[in-house]
Every structure is written in C-alpha cells, then in structure tokens.
C-alpha cells in the first residue's frame, strides 16, 4: 500500500512537507508504506525556524487573529439566529465554544500588551447563515485550530508561552472532537493528529476570503464583538 492510498486529501503529505521538504515528501507518496519508511522520513532534521523572541510575536499575534476570526464566527452566528435555530443540544455547545474562543481573544490581547496586532475585519459568507454550514464550518475551524497549535507550540521561545499554550492546544482539541461528535463524525478519526505549519495555515484562512479588507462607511459604531 502506498501513502498516497491512504493520504486522499493530503493532509499527511502536507505534514511530512513541512517536516522534511517536498522533495521527501513527493518520494512518500509514491513509496510504499512501512513503519521504517515513515520513521525514517520523519526522523530526518526538522526545517522549522530557530526559536526566539520575535518568532513568538509572529505565533502570538496569528494566534490572536485566528482566535479573532473564530470567536467573531461563533458570535455573528448568534447575533444573526442561526445558534437559535439550532436544537438545545447545539445550541449549549456552539454558545459554549463561542465563549471559549472569545475568552481566548482576552487573553492574548493581554499576553501581548501593546504589541497586539490590530483587528481585520471579517466576511463569513454563508459558512455561518445556516445550522449545516455553521457545522461543517465550525468543525474544519477546530481541526485546524488543533493542527496550528501543534504545529507552532514546540517553537515557542518563552517556556512559560510554551506551558500557556499547550492548555489552549488541549482545550481546542476537546473542541475539535466535541465538534466532530456533533456533526455525527468519529471525534478521534486517527492515532496521531498531524501538524501543520504557520505557512500552511495562513494559506488555509486565506482560501476562505473570510479576512476581508474593511469596507468603507461612514458610521462610527462597533459591532458588538470587536476582539
């Protein structure tokens, strides 16, 4: 059996790339899969950036703008009905992980003091007018929450950031499964959850359109929701 049997939607070739290079990589696909062949790909010299305080900034602050963009998801979904459509079952998790993810906002924007980057604005779309896609969506948006936070942890600087972020990683985890159990999928699909890289995710949000340059107006409010 080759990996590019079992990888149908890349998201382990994805991984091995942003451990080992496409070049390795590539030859994965088309190997045949063992427990040496991955082992051996996989214990290859790591291409990740060298830790430092300036990468931490670079983690905190895309941390903070996902964080951003899930908490204003879960909150616009509120404002405009579509959690109150939902059964109670739904609506108790989709409001709790709302509060979570806004709670998350908080606590960046005050770990990073002044040098927190400013708030993009956000278009949702659909993705959050109806029950089915506020699911579908909220389940990729933890997965991949899950993914950034163990792709980017172990280059953390700072151990006390290192410690504080891996409380967020087990917490988003749980959300991913309680997502994925909501949406009626297996909450632990595989053995091992595979990481992915800040590049990698950054390309992710940004095939969404969801970060939107802010339109023009003339009012002067806020939404209810700013981060």
């Known amino acids: ?3 590019a049997d079992l990888d149908r939607d ?4 994805e991984a091995v790339e942003g451990l080992c290079g496409t070049t390795r990589a590539g030859f994965l696909r088309s ?3 063992g427990a040496g062949a991955l082992l051996g790909a996989l214990s290859a010299p790591a291409l990740a950036a060298e830790p430092s305080p300036a990468l931490d900034l670079k983690i905190l602050n895309f941390g903070l703008r ?3 963009l899930q908490a204003s998801f879960y909150t616009e979904a509120e404002d405009i009905g579509t959690i109150a459509s939902m059964s109670a079952v739904k609506q108790r998790w989709a409001k709790t992980l709302g509060a979570h993810e806004r709670a998350h906002v908080r606590i960046l924007k005050q770990v990073l003091g002044k040098r927190a980057e400013g708030r993009p604005a956000f278009d949702f779309g659909e993705a959050n007018q109806t029950d089915a896609a506020f699911t579908r969506t909220a389940v990729a948006m933890e997965d991949l929450t899950t993914a950034l936070l163990t792709g980017v942890t172990p ?3 700072d151990r006390r950031l290192t410690a504080a972020l891996m409380g967020l990683l087990t917490v988003e985890a749980r959300h991913a499964a309680w997502a994925r159990h909501i949406d009626g ?3 632990a699909p595989d ?3 595979h990481a992915r890289t800040l590049h990698s995710v950054k390309g992710t949000i940004a095939r969404t359109h969801f970060i939107a340059a802010p339109p023009r107006t003339t009012a002067h409010g806020s939404p209810r929701y700013s981060g």
Do not use: W
Not at 10 to 13: K, P
């Open 31 to 33: 190997a045949t899969l």
């Open 66 to 68: 996902f964080e951003r």
């Open 1 to 3: 059996m080759r990996l």
């Open 10 to 13: 890349g998201a382990l070739t």
């Open 185 to 187: 999928r297996d909450p």
């Open 191 to 193: 053995a091992f959850d």
């Open 155 to 157: 280059l953390v600087h």
